[in-house]
């Protein structure tokens, strides 16, 4: 295999190229890195006690990229209440494990009252090549306005 074909390959599945040697990459490092996040350090740096619920929501974030995010849609999945799916999502923001964006519009109040898009950090976690670039997209935005 060539060298750009194995640089192409690796960025496809993992986002870093030191992963493409393992077996599976783009899941092994994904879930081992998730699994030790939520389990130690949350779990140290928070009051949450649910980490079966908490695993359980990041875990349905993949299948959400892209789309506005409905706080009612994923409690009902994980069955928890709204307000702790919110705080939940305001703990992976601030661990990097996810980011929003805003809709842009002229019309301020409805930019504020519309459902913002979730996209994940890890995008090793999203199967479709698709919704894997719109998330690349939306990273590139992210750090142009961190920037």
């Given at each position: 295999m060539r060298q750009g074909t194995v640089v192409r390959h690796a960025r496809e599945i993992a986002g870093y190229i030191g992963l493409h040697y393992a077996t599976r990459p783009?899941?092994?490092?994904?879930?081992?890195?998730?699994?030790?996040l939520i389990r130690e350090d949350i779990?140290?740096?928070t009051?949450?006690?649910?980490?079966?619920?908490?695993?359980?929501?990041?875990?349905?974030?993949p299948l959400k990229v892209g789309n506005p995010l409905s706080l009612s849609s994923l409690n009902t999945d994980?069955?928890?209440?709204?307000d702790s799916v919110k705080t939940w999502l305001e703990v992976f923001e601030i661990h990097y494990l996810i980011f929003q964006i805003s809709p842009w519009t002229h019309k301020i109040p409805r930019a504020?009252?519309?459902?913002?898009?979730?996209?994940?950090?890890?995008y090793a976690q999203i199967n479709d090549r698709g919704i894997r670039f719109e998330n690349m997209v939306g990273l590139e935005l992210y750090k142009?306005?961190?920037?």
């Open positions: 783009d899941l092994l490092w994904s879930n081992n890195y998730q699994h030790q779990r140290d740096l009051q949450i006690k649910k980490f079966d619920s908490l695993e359980i929501l990041y875990s349905l974030l994980v069955q928890v209440s709204v504020i009252k519309k459902e913002k898009k979730v996209y994940i950090f890890d142009a306005i961190l920037n």
